[in-house]
């Protein structure tokens, strides 16, 4: 029999230090959210491939575990020929399975309805360090709310949460960076560009971080772009003062590109945000936050911690995309939260972050302990047990020694070794 | 584009209510199992193919949901015709993944290992009522211990737990059943039928409680055994004494077929785990007790509840399977307890198991609120869910009934409607 002991490529077994450490912060997820109303929801791991592959995913289409057809269905696709093998897929991200969820439930749950989704998703990506083809995903939408009071309660949710879990390696400050694709529009507007140059041109500001204004000016100028549209846009961007208002960054801006209740919106959200932080954590308005993917229509927003290049969580609103799933306007906003990114600055910072088994006792039976002293032992035990402290009941090995240091390295502190 | 609402055929969308109630019970497995010493860990959902077809799963592997080789690799498979076209699968059960994930990671992990699985497990049945193509098992292991310890932590930790979960329905009254698969094999052997002949008898045995003694003869006859032996066998099965001891049972089995150690052991188990159960459960040596899967080695068990005609938990001492795959000899034992029976039993009774979000207030915000009014009332949340209550902030619907009847259903009891 050929039997293969590592795990499917790119994935990951997980162990008992691992799991301590994901269950714990699990738990802080789930019970931070709860208090501000959010309702874990689940979905099967699985989707009809034509959900999985309908354009909402980007490239991430590219990336999906298919699951193949079974019994004669799967016996007619062959014998057909370059048919479609595949009836389902697994999911690449927690989105699309909520539009569906959403269409498919939405008479059963409140509106505007507050989701909760933890859950592992799969992408066939090339492995790297740290990237892996099955991950934990945390998402929280709200859906039914056209008004700011989701992103004020996604963003200050979502910050009460990292403060909690931060706490625990002792970081406290962190920066949530907040935007508006609507300003992001109207700033290539006022420059000078075209409707359909807005796509292209936000590629380039994405990607300030990296190749500065000065790599912007350059992409933008190979990619055919008039110099004074050019130097226009990118005039808005250089010498931006550390916290900028909204108002100030969009003085210029005319009215045609940009209604003046989009600047009240991002002024309402941060004066409501701002007082709802705990020390160290700040909000400011980044006009050069400009997020990936194409479906966001509003506030956009991302958190940053210092000392790490990646964000840890990032979202916005996106009101056209449930729509296109169930056929009716949905308006929608979301936050998904940097799992697999949170555990790696948790292990960073592992003597702190680390879960042990706490106030653990061993009892460790020779092999000829009768059976009253057995009875004893378990009675003890359960006498532990029912005062909450963890206790295991096993053989003692002939290597003792290595036994103990391995239950040690779990975090059990008592050994017991019981002789007749 | 065509989009599919529902969710893979055989396949769940979990509601808030269903996710409350499933993540309470498995709050409660994970804090008793851990005051056992059990230590939870996760393997990824898919497995190489030919882990997963390597004649351990039964019948299960006809079941598999296949995952596509993907792009070169895929086309060659193809190319060459007849070829496997999957390289993983999604796993049926917990157990393959377990032996595999314990010759990967076996140098980093205590001996005896006593491990806790949660998870999903799929496979492509035929759906039917309360049976479906994802569901979630939940398995404890006890790796690398061969006395009677395992069992009786096993069976002590799994009747603490589900003591816990039916008191929330007030339901205290279950039975464990044990036996050993050693008896089982020497009383046929008693009776006078081969070693080969073995595991077609207890295939008849186990179907005691639904063809009763006469069928069994029956069966046996039409499958061509001696009457002589039939009817021996038959005799030691007709009038049992509830509770009838091991010893009583085993005493006319000759020494030849049974040595007397398995009946001290059961003895033991029996004396250690009587005195550690709560009132009205009960645990009986049960002769009849013969459980499907073909790789136990030892005693096995099974825990049934009045009134349903399902066992709830079933597992047992399994010493040369892990072998298998490892290539090293690894004694274990085993209990699986069938979560989504244990939901259904629960749901039977949801006035009293259904988890609601407590305390929860819902601040319903009138749509011409100034900014200091939300500001206000975003301070009175945020005091408010300091100190643990639920507290959602929306804006007030024109269906304001509905919208509050709607938060009703999950639980939230306050509602206060903001006017400026």
Known sequence: MKFIKTPVKGMCDML?????????????????????????????????????????????????????????????????????????????????PLSRYYAN?????????????????????????????????????????????????LITATSAMLTKIFAEIDITDFTIHINDRKILRAAALQAGFQEEDITSVLISLDKFDKIGLQGIRSELLENGY?????????????????????ADFCKEISEEYLEASVVENMDEILACVKPMLADGVKIVFDPTLVRGMGYYTGPIF?????????????????????????GQDVSASGFSIGFERIITILKDHMDKAGQSVQNGTVFLLDKKV??????????????????????????????????????????????EKIYE
């Not at 959210?33 to 999985?52: C, K, R």
């Not at 939405?106 to 991950?135: H, I, T, Y």
């Not at 008039?226 to 909204?246: F, K, P, R, T, W």
């Not at 009253?372 to 003792?400: D, T, Y």
Request: with cysteine.
């Open 16 to 96: 008992p230090s691992d799991m301590r450490l994901r269950e714990h912060i699990f738990a802080m997820i789930r019970e931070t959210y709860a208090t501000y109303g959010f309702m874990q929801i689940e979905t099967p791991v699985m989707e009809h491939i034509e959900n999985l592959t309908s354009k909402q995913g980007g490239d991430n289409e590219k990336l999906i575990f298919k699951v193949m057809k079974r019994g004669a269905e799967l016996q007619r696709a062959l014998d057909a020929g370059k048919q479609e093998l595949a009836d389902n897929g697994l999911r690449y991200d927690l989105t699309v």
């Open 370 to 415: 009768s059976l009253e002293r057995k009875q004893e032992i378990f009675a003890k035990a359960k006498q532990l047990r029912a005062e909450g402290n963890v206790v295991s009941i096993q053989p003692m090995r002939k290597n003792v020694k290595r036994q103990i240091e391995m239950l040690e390295a779990e975090g059990f502190q008592k050994f």
């Open 226 to 246: 008039a110099a004074s549209a050019v130097d226009a846009y990118l005039s808005m961007y250089e010498n931006l003062q550390e916290g900028i208002s909204c």
């Open 105 to 153: 439930n939405k008479e059963k749950l409140p509106s505007p309805f507050k989701a909760l989704q933890m859950g592992s998703v799969w992408r066939a990506d090339n492995p790297q360090k740290g990237r892996f083809r099955q991950f934990t995903q945390c998402d929280i939408d709200i859906l039914g709310d056209e008004t700011n009071l989701a992103e004020i309660e």
């Open 302 to 326: 991302e958190i940053s911690i210092d000392g790490y290049s990646f964000s840890i969580a990032g979202g916005g609103r996106y009101d056209e995309m449930i729509g296109k799933f169930s």
